[in-house]
């Protein structure tokens, strides 16, 4: 179960990725820039301080924490410098750190109506 939560959640943040860099209306084939960006899920008995300190240590290592993820799952989105992703993913209450991925859901069209 949590494994399809996550899978939809990072489908979700690069779809969201992909409507906020095409801009409203705008219709482009560039991908988006996803390189160093990741999402970091923690164990449920991660505590508010352990996640709070993982983020303070992202940002003072020049990292930028972009969205918050509380309530299916306790995480977050973030650019992270490759020199310190290791060390994220070395905490004990730290469950995950992927890459982001750019999905697609309709490469083809839409495959009904003719389109």
């Known amino acids: 179960m949590r494994s399809a939560l996550f899978t939809a959640l990072c489908a979700w943040c690069a779809l969201a990725?992909?409507?906020?860099?095409?801009?409203?209306?705008?219709?482009?084939?560039?991908?988006?820039?996803?390189?160093?960006?990741?999402?970091?899920?923690?164990?449920?008995e991660a505590t508010s301080v352990q996640m709070e300190v993982t983020e303070t240590f992202i940002l003072e290592h020049g990292g930028e924490v972009r969205s918050r993820f509380?309530?299916?799952?306790?995480?977050?989105?973030?650019?992270?410098?490759?020199?310190?992703?290791?060390?994220?993913?070395?905490?004990?209450?730290v469950e995950r750190v992927e890459a982001?991925?750019?999905?697609?859901?309709?490469?083809?069209?839409?495959?009904?109506g003719g389109h």
């Open 17 to 44: 990725g992909v409507h906020a860099q095409r801009g409203a209306g705008a219709h482009s084939s560039s991908t988006p820039d996803v390189a160093n960006k990741y999402i970091v899920t923690f164990t449920p």
């Open 100 to 112: 982001e991925q750019v999905m697609s859901t309709n490469k083809g069209g839409f495959g009904f």
């Open 70 to 93: 509380r309530t299916v799952l306790k995480g977050f989105s973030a650019y992270i410098p490759p020199e310190i992703v290791a060390q994220v993913e070395a905490n004990d209450y």
